[in-house]
């Protein structure tokens, strides 16, 4: 049986791609990444692609008249590629519904807290500041819908009482660098159904 081809989409360092790169190559994965998509050419991940060789597929939003005229080229690589699934690592953008339709129950996210608590950006500081003894990491099949659809993984990082926002971003990260794959495997191996907003998984 032909393996699960997986396109990552990602803005930044890239240290998810990294962990599912590594996972692939140590055939911890189960899929086969064949796509990068970055919407900052000059991010570190597209180093780290090209590092790995996995074509990237990069370009900057305001180039394009609107998010649709860019999603539309990307979904075109998208399906050129036979890509069965979307991680979204760290990607920067809201997707429109030209991907977020076609792939309808195939766009995974992570997320540096334990939704639906502190949806958005900068949530490991929001965490700490609001105080709470408990954050960590969700992976959730993603919807159109900022941080909202229905939940795949979730696993908890206690706060430290002398944590800053660095070490308990590295405490998250590890956890993220480790579920990440794992989410991926479990969904190339059909292990993963939705029902509703419940996500069985065996």
């Known amino acids: ?5 997986v396109a990552v989409f990602a803005s930044g360092n890239g240290s998810n791609f990294q962990a599912l790169v590594d996972a692939e190559r140590e055939g911890r994965l189960g899929a086969e990444i064949r796509l990068l998509v970055c919407n900052r050419p000059e991010a570190p991940v597209v180093k780290r692609a090209e590092a790995a060789g996995i074509p990237a597929f990069v370009f900057r939003p305001k180039d394009y008249p609107s998010r649709e005229a860019y999603e539309k080229e990307i979904l075109a690589e998208l399906t050129r590629l036979d890509i069965g699934l979307i991680v979204l690592a760290g990607f920067m953008r809201i997707l429109t519904s030209v991907i977020v339709d076609a792939y309808a129950g195939r766009i995974i996210n992570i997320h540096p807290a334990l939704l639906p608590a502190f949806p958005g950006l900068n949530v490991i500081r929001e965490a700490l500041e609001y105080g ?27 706060i430290e009482e002398d ?3 660095e070490t308990l971003a590295e405490r998250i990260h590890k956890v993220e660098h480790r579920l990440l794959p794992e989410v991926v495997r479990k969904i190339a191996e059909g292990r993963v159904r939705v029902e509703g907003r419940r996500v069985y998984v065996r």
Not at 1 to 5: D, E, N, P, T
Not at 142 to 151: E, K, R, S
């Open 1 to 5: 049986m032909a393996k699960l081809q």
């Open 132 to 158: 709470v003894k408990v954050t960590g990491v969700t992976v959730h099949f993603a919807d159109g819908n900022l941080d909202a659809g229905p939940i795949i993984a979730q696993e908890a990082v206690k």
């Open 163 to 165: 944590d800053t926002e």
